[in-house]
């Protein structure tokens, strides 16, 4: 991940965060329609889901900066979803909700290069949230 992709995500969030209430309805639509054996596995209130996931990319984009701090984050957080139920598997298709939602919420916004940068980032996330989790489940 380049300095160039930080910026273009930080900066094409900074735009999602106004409309994150509508971004989290679109999101979890999405997604359950891409997998509707998901929907069992959120057990609380979605409305409130709908704030902590947008308030977690937030603190992961903001934290993009500082990979030392945020990582052990992102492990903490893998590791929490075991617990939830998730799988592997599921991480593709949250990703695919999430890139999607972008493109919806920021339009001609989400360029090539946004989108590229986004896969990245997501990738990055995503992996290390995998990995926390399965040495988890080995322990
Ligand atoms: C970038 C990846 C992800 C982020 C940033 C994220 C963020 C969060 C956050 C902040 C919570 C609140 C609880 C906590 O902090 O432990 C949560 C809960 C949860 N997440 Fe994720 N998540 C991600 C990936 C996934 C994936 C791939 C799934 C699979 C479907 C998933 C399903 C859930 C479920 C089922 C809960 C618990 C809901 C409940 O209590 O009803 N998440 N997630």
């Given at each position: 991940?380049?300095?160039?992709?930080?910026?273009?995500?930080?900066?094409?969030?900074?735009?999602v965060?106004?409309?994150?209430?509508?971004?989290a309805?679109l999101?979890?639509?999405?997604l359950?329609?891409?997998?509707?054996?998901?929907?069992?596995?959120?057990t609380?209130?979605?409305a409130?889901?709908?704030?902590?996931?947008m308030?977690?990319i937030?603190?992961a984009v903001?934290?993009?900066n500082?990979?030392g701090?945020?990582?052990?984050v992102?492990?903490?957080?893998?590791?929490?979803?075991?617990?939830?139920?998730?799988?592997?598997?599921?991480?593709?298709?949250v990703?695919?909700?999430l890139?999607?939602t972008l493109?919806?919420?920021?339009?001609?916004a989400?360029?090539s290069?946004?989108?590229?940068?986004?896969?990245?980032?997501?990738?990055g996330?995503?992996t290390t949230?995998?990995?926390a989790a399965?040495?988890?489940?080995?322990?």
């Open positions: 991940m380049t300095a160039t992709q930080i910026n273009l995500v930080q900066s094409s969030w900074e735009k965060v106004p409309i994150s209430d509508t971004a309805k999101f979890y639509g999405e359950f329609e891409l997998d509707p054996g998901l929907r069992s596995l959120f609380s209130d979605m409130a889901q709908g704030k902590k996931l308030q977690a937030s603190l903001r934290g993009l500082d990979l701090k945020l990582v052990p992102i492990q903490d957080l893998g590791r929490r979803h075991v617990g939830y139920g998730v799988q592997d598997k599921h991480y593709e298709t990703g695919t909700a890139i999607w493109e919806q919420g920021l339009g001609p989400f360029t290069a946004v989108k590229e940068a986004w896969i990245e980032v997501y990738t996330i995503a949230m995998q990995r399965s040495e988890t489940v080995a322990r």
